[in-house]
């Protein structure tokens, strides 16, 4: 792999940087993204330090008077996304969509702040930055543990695909075919506009997609109500294991700087939520399979879902399950880590999250094999991401056979990963 990747991982930052955040792509996704913006922050800090702590206090400054911080900033209007904030209407003083993502703020702290330890001037700022954000992130968490366990299970829920981040994976077939779709106000899709529609959600997801949308709005977007009254409520193991992982990182920065109850409490939440999500492990499928809160059935789903908990503390017998699984999947298709399992009904090789390849859940492997000890797939993993590069640029995901880009291009959170692998 060449400096010029990296260089060129740089120039994709800088084009989409828009001065405190940065978007994910230009046209496709104007505005700023939760979960793009920590990941993205780590290839920031190659750059600066400065700039990588600014992204993930920009999306802060929008985090609710509750805790949530949402799934979208729209910090600049644009017609080319939809939903933008006239459907949301979520009443916020800059628009925001009135739903969450991926919690992948305490994993970025921590690894901001860690990086930050070799010079004492970037220490300095590490620490001030750092503990202002650590209130942030931990109200965060408790919101989630407040409004979407509010049962006291120890794991949380997520209310709509698109919080997963993972938003047409097979793993919501099911509980997607329960929410109803009639009704919704006629609404015209962006997204195909930017990028070919056979790699995009279905319209009949986009359906049920608003209709949860125009269900909570109706709903005042009171937190409150919204989990016990959504009738697309699923616990997935990979939003839990990274919750799990953030508030364990959360309690290892606060510990550092001293902040004892912070660090007590997220530790807290962190071990009751990884006792919770053992009992998710799924024997004959040697993985983590969720399940859908509304009726009480399993997913048994062969997707990536399953294996992205190994960014938590799991066991090591389920670790190395995890990554022979992954191994596995090497076998059969030139590149790793497919989204969906290969052989398993649902996959799709060019569509969205049903088997295409990202680097972020690359990356979120990658991390929790090495973690894990498990290193030779993590080097597999690198190895084959950087080809990914070599072989199709920057794009949003890729085909697990070909190598293919799809999706969105010059795509900023992919670059980000570039940049965490070789730097
Ligand atoms: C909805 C921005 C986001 C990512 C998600 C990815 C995709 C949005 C969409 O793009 O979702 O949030 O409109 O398709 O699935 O993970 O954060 O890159």
Same mark, same amino acid.
């Given at each position: 792999?060449?400096?010029?990747?990296?260089?060129?991982?740089?120039?994709?930052?800088?084009?989409?940087?828009?001065?405190?955040?940065?978007?994910?792509?230009?046209?496709?996704?104007?505005?700023?993204?939760?979960?793009?913006?920590?990941?993205?922050?780590?290839?920031?800090?190659?750059?600066?330090?400065?700039?990588?702590?600014?992204?993930?206090?920009?999306?802060?400054?929008?985090?609710?008077?509750?805790?949530?911080?949402?799934?979208?900033?729209?910090?600049?209007?644009?017609?080319?996304?939809?939903?933008?904030?006239?459907?949301?209407?979520?009443?916020?003083?800059?628009?925001?969509?009135?739903?969450?993502?991926?919690?992948?703020?305490?994993?970025?702290?921590?690894?901001?702040?860690?990086?930050?330890?070799?010079?004492?001037?970037?220490?300095?700022?590490?620490?001030?930055?750092?503990?202002?954000?650590?209130?942030?992130?931990?109200?965060?968490?408790?919101?989630?543990?407040?409004?979407?366990?509010?049962?006291?299970?120890?794991?949380?829920?997520?209310? $709509?695909?698109?919080?997963? #981040?993972? &938003? /047409? =994976?097979?793993?919501? *077939?099911?509980?997607?075919?329960? @929410?109803?779709?009639?009704?919704?106000?006629?609404?015209?899709?962006?997204?195909?506009?930017?990028?070919?529609?056979?790699?995009?959600?279905?319209?009949?997801?986009?359906?049920?997609?608003?209709?949860?949308?125009? $269900?909570?709005?109706?709903? #005042?977007? &009171? /937190? =409150?109500?919204?989990? *016990?009254?959504?009738?697309?409520? @699923?616990?997935?193991?990979?939003?839990?294991?990274?919750?799990?992982?953030?508030?364990?990182?959360?309690?290892?920065?606060?510990?550092?700087?001293?902040?004892?109850?912070?660090?007590?409490?997220?530790?807290?939440?962190?071990?009751?939520?990884?006792?919770?999500?053992?009992?998710?492990?799924?024997?004959?499928?040697?993985?983590?399979?969720?399940?859908?809160?509304?009726?009480?059935?399993?997913?048994?789903?062969?997707?990536?879902?399953?294996?992205?908990?190994?960014?938590?503390?799991?066991?090591?017998?389920?670790?190395?399950?995890?990554?022979?699984?992954?191994?596995?999947?090497?076998?059969?298709?030139?590149?790793?880590?497919?989204?969906?399992?290969?052989?398993?009904?649902?996959?799709?090789?060019?569509?969205?999250?049903?088997?295409?390849?990202?680097?972020?859940?690359?990356?979120?492997?990658?991390?929790?094999?090495?973690?894990?000890?498990?290193?030779?797939?993590?080097?597999?993993?690198?190895?084959?991401?950087?080809?990914?590069?070599?072989?199709?640029?920057?794009?949003?995901?890729?085909?697990?056979?070909?190598?293919?880009?799809?999706?969105?291009?010059?795509?900023?959170?992919?670059?980000?990963?570039?940049?965490?692998?070789?730097?």
């Amino acid at each position: 792999m060449s400096s010029a990747s990296l260089e060129n991982a740089f120039a994709v930052l800088r084009e989409n940087d828009r001065g405190t955040y940065t978007v994910p792509t230009k046209g496709l996704y104007p505005f700023q993204w939760n979960w793009d913006s920590c990941l993205t922050a780590l290839g920031l800090a190659a750059i600066s330090q400065d700039r990588a702590w600014t992204e993930i206090e920009t999306l802060f400054e929008h985090q609710w008077p509750d805790g949530m911080v949402p799934q979208i900033v729209f910090h600049v209007p644009s017609d080319t996304y939809f939903p933008g904030p006239d459907i949301w209407q979520t009443n916020r003083p800059t628009p925001t969509s009135g739903i969450t993502q991926p919690a992948v703020a305490g994993f970025a702290v921590r690894r901001l702040f860690d990086r930050a330890q070799d010079r004492h001037t970037d220490r300095a700022m590490a620490e001030t930055r750092s503990r202002a954000l650590l209130h942030k992130i931990d109200a965060w968490h408790a919101w989630f543990y407040r409004n979407r366990d509010p049962h006291g299970e120890g794991l949380v829920a997520i209310l $709509h695909p698109w919080e997963a #981040g993972r &938003d /047409n =994976s097979v793993d919501w *077939d099911e509980a997607l075919a329960q @929410v109803p779709t009639s009704g919704i106000t006629p609404y015209r899709r962006r997204d195909t506009d930017h990028a070919n529609p056979a790699h995009r959600p279905t319209d009949a997801q986009y359906d049920a997609f608003v209709w949860l949308v125009e $269900h909570f709005r109706r709903l #005042g977007w &009171d /937190n =409150s109500l919204l989990h *016990d009254a959504s009738p697309f409520r @699923v616990v997935d193991p990979a939003f839990n294991a990274i919750l799990i992982r953030s508030c364990a990182d959360l309690a290892a920065v606060a510990e550092a700087l001293g902040e004892k109850t912070l660090a007590q409490r997220n530790r807290a939440w962190a071990q009751r939520s990884l006792d919770a999500l053992d009992a998710l492990w799924h024997v004959s499928s040697q993985r983590y399979q969720g399940f859908n809160r509304a009726t009480g059935e399993r997913i048994d789903s062969r997707s990536i879902g399953g294996l992205l908990p190994i960014l938590a503390a799991i066991p090591p017998a389920r670790a190395a399950a995890i990554a022979g699984q992954i191994a596995a999947m090497g076998e059969q298709m030139h590149f790793l880590v497919p989204s969906h399992d290969p052989g398993a009904p649902g996959y799709e090789a060019q569509r969205y999250w049903r088997g295409p390849i990202w680097l972020i859940t690359n990356f979120l492997i990658e991390n929790g094999l090495r973690q894990a000890g498990q290193t030779e797939v993590a080097d597999r993993i690198v190895r084959s991401s950087l080809d990914l590069i070599e072989k199709s640029g920057f794009a949003e995901y890729y085909e697990p056979q070909t190598g293919a880009a799809l999706g969105g291009g010059r795509f900023t959170w992919t670059a980000a990963m570039v940049i965490e692998f070789l730097t």
